[in-house]
T-cell receptor
């Protein structure tokens, strides 16, 4: 158990809908990262927050957005969902320093029908 | 742009048959090479961090080594419970924030 929690574990929805994925980092970690893992793309970085501020953006679609709240939990919002958005979404956290390891949560499996 | 290539894509071993997994990388200013283990449908589990060429780290049957262009994950006398996908990732100077760039992984299957 990494100490990172994610809810829900599974999410099934229809195209065009909007969903919110939630992540609670390890106790004391200030940085939260979101990654997407699909069969054909592997693990892809989406976005990083550090202590409530956006720190870095990867290949995140404009339909996706995220935020980190004062209690350090984070939410990833996915809107206008398409079939291709079906994937595993992972949250990771780290202490925030440049050389700190990232610890991953169990993931949310999103299925768009 | 940082790049990570892992080989082989899949590896089948008999229990006790030692082998190595390869991770080749190109990065501008390495700030860490990371190995993770991932079981099906689960989140990646952190194994090792290596920072400079020549560094080695060990954990049970696993040993990770690093050169300026590649890293190896050596598995000695593997057991069926070592079956998983092993992921390699790098963090470089050009990366925004502390993002990791992952390779495609090596799927290891150890038969009893």
């Amino acid at each position: 158990d990494s100490g990172v929690t994610q809810t829900p574990k599974h999410l099934i929805t229809a195209t065009g809908q909007r969903v919110t994925l939630r992540c609670s980092p390890r106790s004391g970690d200030l940085s939260v990262y979101w990654y997407q893992q699909s069969l054909d793309q592997g693990l892809q970085f989406l976005i990083q927050y550090y202590n409530g501020e956006e720190r870095a953006k990867g290949n995140i679609l404009e339909r996706f957005s995220a935020q980190q709240f004062p209690d350090l939990h984070s939410e990833l919002n996915l809107s206008s969902l398409e079939l291709g958005d079906s994937a595993l979404y992972f949250c990771a956290s780290s202490a925030g320093g440049t050389y700190n390891e990232q610890f991953f949560g169990p993931g949310t499996r999103l299925t768009v029908l | 742009e940082d790049q990570v290539t892992q080989s082989p894509e899949a590896l089948r071993l008999q229990e006790g048959e030692s082998s190595s997994l390869n991770c080749s990388y190109t990065v501008s200013g390495l700030r860490g090479l990371f190995w993770y283990r991932q079981d099906p449908g689960k989140g990646p589990e952190f194994l090792f961090t290596l920072y400079s060429a020549g560094e080695e780290k060990e954990k049970e049957r696993l040993k990770a080594t690093l050169t300026k262009k590649e890293s190896f994950l050596h598995i000695t006398a593997p057991k069926p419970e070592d079956s998983a996908t092993y992921l390699c990732a790098v963090r470089g100077d050009n990366n925004a924030g502390n993002m990791l760039t992952f390779g495609g992984g090596t799927r290891l299957m150890v038969k009893p």
